[in-house]
C-alpha cells in the first residue's frame, strides 16, 4: 500500500500523529493566500506629546493619528496614519479616504503592487491614510511569512544608524534641561528659524558635543544670510542643514546648496518618488517620511532613485507611535542618517518596537514591522 499522509494516519491509528505531518494546506502560503479575504479596520487616536512642540512654524501639544489594521487568515496587520497640521490632513479625511477603501476586492496580500497602485488611484493626495494601508498592508506579509520586513528585503539589520532627537526651539532654560535629558543620544536634531540659532547652538553646546542636525523648516529666507550660518554652524560641529529655505526658493537653494559647506536635505519641498530627481542640484539629499511617501513601497524606490542620483538619505518620521516608527526602521540600514525618535516624543505610545540602545536604531526579530501591542 502507497503510504500517503491519509493511510499514514489510518496506520498509525491516531489522529495525535496528523500534529506531526506537516499540513500542506497551511504551510504553503498561496493555498491559504486564495481563500481569504482582506479586511481593514480603522480608529482615531490623539498622542500626546511630552513637551510642546516648537518649529519654525507652529507649536502644538497633541498630534492626531488614525491607527489601522488589516486582518487576514487569523494575522493582524497594523498600520498608522500621523497628521500633523501642516501636511494639510486630518482625522476626517484619513477616515473619510479610509471609507473608500475596498479591500475585500483582492484575496492574495502579497499582490503589493496592485493593491498599492489601487490605493493612490482612489484619490489624489491623502499620502498619511494611504502610509497606514502600505504598513499594515507590510506588516502582514511580513507575519504571513514569519519574517521582519528587514530580512525580507536583505538588509543587515546591523547597519542601522544612529538616530537622532529632535530639540525644538524654546528658551535656554528648557532648551539646556531638554539636552539634558536626552544624554542617551549620539546625535541630537536641533529645530532653528525664529531668529535665535545661535543662542540655540550655544546653549545645546554648553551640555554636549554630539553631533548635531539642524533643521530649519524653511525658516531662512535670505540666501546668503543662510550662507553665512551654515558656514558658522559647521565650526560648531553640525553635519547637515535640513530645509534650510522656503520651498519655493528653488533657485536660492540650489545656489546655497552649490556654496554650502554642509549637506542641505530636502524635507517640507519633497514628498514623493517623482519629486527624488527634480532636486538632484537643488538639494544634496532627502528626508524620506512614510507620511509624505505614501509608505513603505515608494519610500524604499526613493532611496534607490536618490543613491542612483548620488544623494544623501535621511529617513525621518512626524511624531508616531512605535507603529510607523518601527516600519521606517525597517529600511534604516540603507540610508546615511536616521531621525526616527517620533515615539519618544509622546507619553501614549499603544505599541512596543524598534528601540534605541546606545543611541542606536536597533531592529528586532518579530515579524513584519516589528511591533507588539503594550
Ligand atoms: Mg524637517
Request: hydrophobic share 40%; with cysteine; net charge neutral.
Amino acid at each position: 500500500m502507497k503510504i500517503d499522509r491519509r493511510n499514514f494516519a489510518k496506520i498509525i491509528g491516531t489522529t495525535a500523529v496528523a500534529s506531526l505531518i506537516p499540513d500542506i494546506s497551511k504551510s504553503a502560503t498561496t493555498a491559504v493566500i486564495q481563500n481569504g479575504k482582506m479586511k481593514l479596520s480603522f480608529k482615531t487616536y490623539d498622542l500626546q506629546l511630552i513637551h510642546t512642540f516648537t518649529v519654525a512654524e507652529y507649536s502644538r501639544n497633541s498630534t492626531p493619528v488614525v491607527l489601522t489594521q488589516i486582518e487576514y487568515e487569523g494575522l493582524i496587520g497594523y498600520g498608522e496614519a500621523s497628521m500633523p497640521p501642516y501636511l494639510g490632513e486630518s482625522q476626517k479625511t484619513v477616515i473619510t479616504f479610509l471609507n473608500k477603501v475596498n479591500l475585500e476586492q483582492f484575496n492574495d496580500p502579497f499582490r503589493i503592487d496592485d493593491i498599492l497602485s489601487y490605493i493612490d488611484s482612489i484619490d489624489k493626495n491623502n499620502r498619511a491614510a494611504k502610509a497606514s494601508i502600505d504598513i499594515a498592508l507590510h506588516d502582514l506579509i511580513g507575519k504571513i511569512v514569519n519574517l521582519p520586513l528587514y530580512k525580507l528585503w536583505g538588509l543587515n539589520p546591523t547597519k542601522t544608524p544612529d538616530t537622532s532627537f529632535t530639540i525644538g526651539i524654546d528658551t535656554p532654560e528648557v532648551v539646556k534641561m531638554k539636552t539634558e535629558e536626552a544624554k542617551r543620544f549620539k546625535v541630537l536634531k536641533v529645530k532653528l528659524g525664529r531668529g535665535n540659532d545661535k543662542e540655540m547652538i550655544n546653549t545645546v553646546r554648553s551640555v554636549t558635543n554630539v553631533p548635531i542636525y539642524v533643521d530649519v523648516n524653511q525658516g531662512w529666507t535670505d540666501k546668503n544670510k543662510a550662507l553665512e550660518m551654515i558656514n558658522w554652524l559647521k565650526g560648531q560641529g553640525v553635519i547637515f542643514v535640513e530645509q534650510p529655505m522656503p520651498k519655493e526658493q528653488v533657485d536660492d537653494m540650489a545656489w546655497l546648496t552649490e556654496n554650502s559647506p554642509l549637506p542641505t536635505m530636502a524635507d517640507e519641498a519633497f514628498q514623493r518618488l517623482a519629486d527624488v530627481a527634480k532636486f538632484k542640484g537643488v538639494y544634496s539629499g532627502i528626508n524620506i517620511k512614510l507620511m509624505k511617501s505614501t509608505g513603505l513601497r515608494e519610500a524604499h524606490k526613493m532611496i534607490t532613485v536618490a543613491r542612483a542620483l548620488n544623494m544623501k538619505v535621511m529617513i525621518g518620521c512626524m511624531t508616531e507611535t512605535s507603529c510607523a516608527v518601527s516600519a521606517a526602521a525597517q529600511l534604516s540600514p540603507l540610508v546615511d542618517w536616521a531621525d526616527l525618535d517620533g515615539n519618544l516624543l509622546i507619553n501614549n505610545d499603544v505599541f512596543e518596537g524598534m528601540k534605541i540602545i546606545d543611541g542606536k536604531v536597533t531592529l528586532n526579530e518579530l515579524p513584519g514591522i516589528g511591533i507588539k501591542e503594550i
